[in-house]
């Protein structure tokens, strides 16, 4: 029998992440949910700020599983779907879960995505400016 071993981002890993976004986000008065999950897009840690929007607490998660789910961030998507009519078509449609706007980027180590962390509450350059200073808590 063979086995495989799997990486995932530990709980305090996660808890750093959230906290540096939560502290970023507080710097630029910007009430964000911030979402971090494992390797398998199963929520790790949570924050919903003060006054954050309920729509962002669903939008943080996705932008989190989908930059976990494919390892690449969620503001690549837009570049890599728009000349291509079938994917620019199919994929935001047909992809259960899929952000294609920024504020969501995988977690990694020794080049293993093993997470992600996603943000709403802002513009999207507002979101990724505080999951950036999430990922920077582990770097």
């Known amino acids: 029998m063979s086995h495989y071993t799997k990486t ?3 709980i305090d890993a996660a808890q750093r992440i959230l906290a540096a976004a939560v502290a970023k986000a507080e710097q630029m008065a910007l009430p964000c949910v911030i979402a971090v999950v494992d390797e398998s897009g199963v929520l790790k840690a949570f924050a919903r700020m003060d006054g954050a929007a309920l729509l962002s607490v669903q939008v943080a998660q996705d932008k989190a599983y989908t930059a976990a789910g494919f390892g690449m961030p969620t503001d690549g998507w837009y570049d890599f779907i728009k000349d291509d009519a079938p994917l620019a078509t199919g994929a935001p449609a047909g992809i259960d879960r899929l952000v294609v706007f920024g504020g969501g980027y995988p977690i990694t180590a020794d080049g293993a995505v093993i997470g992600g962390i996603g943000v709403s509450g802002g513009h ?3 979101d990724m400016e ?9 770097a």
């Open 130 to 138: 505080v999951a950036r200073a999430g990922l920077d808590a582990v």
């Open 8 to 10: 995932s981002v530990t």
């Open 124 to 126: 999207y350059t507002q």
